[in-house]
């Protein structure tokens, strides 16, 4: 077994699937999704496993939130032996790190238990078999063995450099007290997961200048005000009175599709529930315009066809917008029937 697995939010295979066959097949490379509803994970078998890991970038996928390079897939796996197949199917290979998964689905989390003893287990007899270096070691890639259940497994890998730092994909963010709404979380992890660290520290500073259109009661401002950005926020519903003592707040009860800033600003957020195509294109328009150098915005997904229609969407945004942008969508763990888009302007 050779080809890409790649994780994603329970239920959004077809998706993911839709995703990676497109793309393969835009790279000219053959293969084809293996894909189960619920799974929470979807293979894309290809012979051709390395030129499709090269050729998708993880920051590149919306719908995968980790991609792992797949080495063998084992099945009937000895519950009173696990390891010594593992270690037969990896002979001669080395890693600088081992992570032993499940999807995030509800038939693979029961699993977690099993993943976590048998790491303890696997980790010395990989060390000592000489396939794991005695440190991490960042360098090297890094193996995954994925158990979809007790007896059967994927061994795979990744490179540090293209893969989600977090295991499953999945950054473990806090919700603090003080936090307005749960949406807070969806842009921390938009920032955390769109941008780089160093993109982070550049274009996120003091004094910076940002709008949030569809802002109530509060959430995304509130995560741009602990960045002290100065936000206005555009809703007809009320913020929590905390955000607006930060004294960092303007509120203006105007339509989001409608207002424009006077001066150009720096960041646009936009968390307004609305037909994607029509987000996209005023999205589109700020950009076109001017009137914002970044910007973090979600799109609604239809009940139907939704790789199609992020696919459009994306494409309609760029398109309108104009001028070079670097975008990058993915579809965030606390987002739920939507994607999150990151675009910043070429400078
Ligand atoms: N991001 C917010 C947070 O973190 O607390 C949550 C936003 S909530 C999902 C969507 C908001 O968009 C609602 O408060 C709604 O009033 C607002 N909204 C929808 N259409 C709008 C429009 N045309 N103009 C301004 N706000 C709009």
Redesign the pocket.
């Known amino acids: 077994m050779s080809g890409l697995l790649g994780f994603c939010r329970q239920g959004f295979e077809p998706e993911l699937a839709a995703e990676l066959t497109e793309r393969a097949a835009m790279a000219g490379i053959a293969g084809y999704a293996r894909a189960q509803r619920n799974d929470g994970y979807v293979l894309f078998a290809s012979d051709e496993a390395d030129a499709l890991d090269r050729a998708m970038p993880s920051r590149d996928l919306v719908f995968a939130r980790q991609k792992l390079r797949v080495l063998a897939e084992l099945r009937g796996l000895d519950p009173r032996d696990r390891i010594s197949p593992m270690l037969a199917a990896l002979e001669g290979q080395r890693f600088g790190d081992l992570w032993v998964e499940h999807p995030d689905s509800d038939s693979a989390k029961p699993l977690a238990g099993l993943a976590r003893s048998f790491g303890n287990a696997l980790r010395p007899a990989l060390r000592k078999a000489g396939v794991l270096s005695a440190q991490d070691d960042t360098r090297l890639p890094r193996l995954h063995v994925v158990f979809v259940q007790g007896d059967h497994a994927f061994l795979a890998r990744s490179q540090p450099r293209d893969a989600s730092p977090w295991p499953l994909g999945i950054p473990r963010l806090k919700l603090l007290p003080d936090a307005?709404?749960r949406?807070?979380l969806k842009?921390e992890e938009a920032l955390l997961v769109l941008l780089d660290a160093d993109e982070r520290a550049r274009l996120l500073k003091p004094g910076m200048t940002a709008a949030?259109?569809?802002?109530?009661?509060?959430?995304?401002t509130w995560v741009l005000t602990r960045q002290h950005l100065r936000v206005t926020s555009?809703?007809?519903?009320p913020l929590r009175q905390h955000v607006l003592d930060t004294g960092l707040v303007e509120h203006l009860r105007?339509?989001?599709?409608h207002w424009k800033p006077a001066q150009s600003l720096d960041w646009m957020v936009c968390?307004?529930?609305?037909q994607p195509r029509r987000v996209a294109e005023r999205m589109a328009t700020w950009f076109r315009e001017g009137w914002c150098r970044h910007a973090i915005f979600n799109l609604k997904l239809p009940m139907k066809k939704r790789w199609d229609e992020t696919r459009l969407c994306l494409d309609l945004f760029a398109e309108q917008a104009s001028r070079p942008l670097t975008v990058r969508a993915r579809q965030l763990y606390h987002d739920r029937e939507e994607i999150t888009v990151f675009a910043t302007r070429h400078s």
């Open positions: 307005p709404s949406s807070a842009l949030d259109l569809g802002a109530a009661p509060g959430g995304w555009v809703d007809n519903g105007a339509d989001g599709f968390d307004m529930v609305e």
